[in-house]
């Protein structure tokens, strides 16, 4: 068997899906295989993959399934999955050469670690680079678990690594949740395992305003429900719940300032500060959309 098995959902993303395909064919580390999920598209997802079975061989198994979202999708590849380690990437993400041989430095010699990340460069969907996030912060690795409630940390889906074990005893990804599905799964692990960190960029993740994570009202609503879910876990009580709580109103208010919807974002903004005030980001977040609610400031 394989030392990682790669899990690439695909829905009607054959235009991205060769470059996610050929970013796993340039590994330093060649011990893999691909587990590709067709989750009901109706573009040319398989006409895509077709030359990609054919060069790969075994080391690429493409599945066809009914639409049945993301988490239903991850889900059928780690049932499908018999290596040690599961690594995400999902089809219009990319990762860099050194992504699995820095990830498997992670869990080398480590039985106490369950799952690993890295950092990222996001890239717009043209994949002209943004921005990178490559600087280590204090609740990046260790027993984390309370610090993924809070969302104090962030982790990026395309250098997820995770040991199959983790997922055997608490459970693959909660179909019930339509978004932060990735966040409870890492939440479940943290609470059981230490979570390490490879301080190198290692995949370019590709955003759009017309993905979930652009749409504020469903955001927050999958989120409510994750703080809910966990709430009174080791490390996830009242405050971790508030803290929680101003993170997510705050980040609902600043993706409806990028819409220029200033007074949804202005409520938002407080909500997060009544919740939290402790925090300068809330009071700086909710002082900028007073500004602009008010036209002091662009």
Same mark, same amino acid.
């Given at each position: ?24 064919? *340039? ?21 895509? !993959? ?6 790969l ?9 009914? $639409? ?10 780690? &049932? ?10 999902? *089809?219009?993400d990319?990762?860099l050469?050194? +992504? ?11 039985p ?7 950092? !990222?460069?996001?890239?717009?969907t ?16 260790? &027993? ?11 982790m ?23 978004a ?10 943290a609470?059981?395992?230490? !979570?390490?960190?490879?301080?190198? !960029? ?16 469903r955001?927050? $609503? ?7 879910k966990h ?10 719940? &508030?803290?929680a709580?101003? +993170? ?25 500060? *009544? ?6 980001r $809330? ?5 900028s959309?007073?500004?602009? &609610?008010?036209?002091?400031? +662009?």
């Open positions: 068997m394989p030392k990682f098995d790669i899990i690439i959902p695909a829905y009607n993303a054959a235009g991205y899906l060769p470059e996610a395909i050929e970013s796993v064919m *340039a590994q330093t580390f060649e011990d893999w295989r691909i587990l590709l999920i067709d989750d009901g598209s109706t573009d040319d997802t398989a006409g895509v !993959v077709a030359p990609y079975i054919e060069k061989g075994p080391k690429l198994k493409y599945i066809q399934q009914p $639409n049945g979202g993301l988490p239903a999708a991850r889900n059928t590849a780690i &049932r499908n999955a018999s290596a040690e380690l599961l690594a995400l990437l999902d *089809a219009d990319v990762w050469p050194n +992504r699995l041989a820095e990830s498997l430095k992670c869990f080398e010699g480590r106490e670690v369950g799952l690993a990340h890295g950092f !990222v460069s996001r890239i717009d043209n994949g002209a680079i943004i921005d990178t996030f490559a600087t280590r912060q204090k609740h990046h690795e260790g &027993r984390i678990a309370p610090y993924i409630y809070m969302r104090t940390v962030d990026c889906c395309p250098t997820i690594t995770f040991r199959k074990k983790c997922v055997d005893e608490v459970g693959p990804f909660d179909e019930t949740l339509r932060t599905e990735d966040r409870d799964l890492w939440l479940r692990i609470l059981r395992y230490e !979570v390490a960190l490879a301080p190198t !960029v290692m995949a370019y993740y590709r955003t759009s305003l017309n993905s979930m994570s652009g749409d504020p009202t955001m927050l $609503n999958a989120q409510l429900q994750f703080i809910q709430y009174g876990s080791p490390g996830c009580g009242w405050l971790a719940r &508030r803290i709580l101003a +993170r997510i109103y705050k980040q609902q208010a600043e993706a409806f300032a990028i819409r220029r919807q200033y007074r949804d974002g202005l409520a938002s903004a407080l909500r997060s500060l *009544a919740l939290y005030p402790l925090d300068f $809330n009071v700086r977040t909710a002082g959309l007073l500004l602009r &609610r008010t036209g002091l400031a +662009r």
